[in-house]
T-cell receptor, first 111, second 119 residues
């Protein structure tokens, strides 16, 4: 079973920041949090990952709470092309790095 | 990032035939690859872990004799759906673990998927 819970859907206005929450209250100390997104009929696209520090790359920022029980993916200026299903996944480090996908959050960016 | 390809991108076959899907890591070597399938409006379901040079590890409920996996090189894993039936119609996606630089965490990169339709 997935170790994360996410809201099933969210809306965001184009140009505004999209903040996608994720709960992972049973995460272990050496397990990373990964974010992927899947645009319809394509393979998942890697976005970002982190362990305990906040991370930023050209696509997004990842904010992880100090207790590591939750995180937020931030798309700073959402565009229509960011409409996708976003998956927050805990890397099962002790199981060969398997990624178990939950249901994700369906983000709709609206003009 | 990294590039993972799949071939074919879609395939239609008759019931009872076998279908082979290839997954290649194009710009890195991957000792571990994974195979998933996805039904419409559902999330990805992990089928098996493919390890270069050894037998694949299958998730509970996935028939190893039905879904044959071969990982003969560090850049290629294949999934063969044997004696395919209409219920095997699905979107099959592979991923490959790319080693991190200087001992950093590995990251999985996904292929574009293969859509299988069994008539």
């Amino acid at each position: 079973d997935a170790k994360t819970t996410q809201p099933p859907s969210m809306d965001c206005a184009e140009g505004r920041a999209a903040n996608l929450p994720c709960n992972h209250s049973t995460i272990s100390g050496n397990e990373y949090v990964y974010w992927y997104r899947q645009i319809h009929s394509q393979g998942p696209q890697y976005i970002i990952h982190g362990l305990k520090n906040n991370e930023t790359n050209e696509m997004a920022s990842l904010i992880i709470t100090e207790d590591r029980k939750s995180s937020t993916l931030i798309l700073p200026h959402a565009t229509l092309r960011d409409t996708a299903v976003y998956y927050c996944i805990v890397d099962l480090y002790n199981q060969g790095g398997k990624l178990i996908f939950g249901q994700g959050t369906e983000l709709s960016v609206k003009p | 990032g990294a590039v993972v390809s799949q071939h074919p991108s879609w395939v239609i076959c008759k019931s009872g035939t076998s279908v082979k899907i290839e997954c290649r890591s194009l710009d890195f070597q991957a000792t571990t690859m994974f195979w998933y399938r996805q039904f419409p409006k559902q999330s990805l379901m992990l089928m098996a872990t493919s390890n270069e040079g050894s037998k694949a590890t299958y998730e509970q409920g996935v028939e190893k004799d039905k879904f044959l996996i071969n990982h003969a090189s560090l850049t290629l894993s294949t999934l063969t759906v044997t004696s395919a039936h209409p219920e095997d119609s699905s979107f099959y996606i592979c991923s490959a673990r790319k080693p991190g630089l200087r001992g950093l965490q590995e990251t999985q990169y996904f292929g574009p998927g293969t859509r299988l339709l069994v008539l």
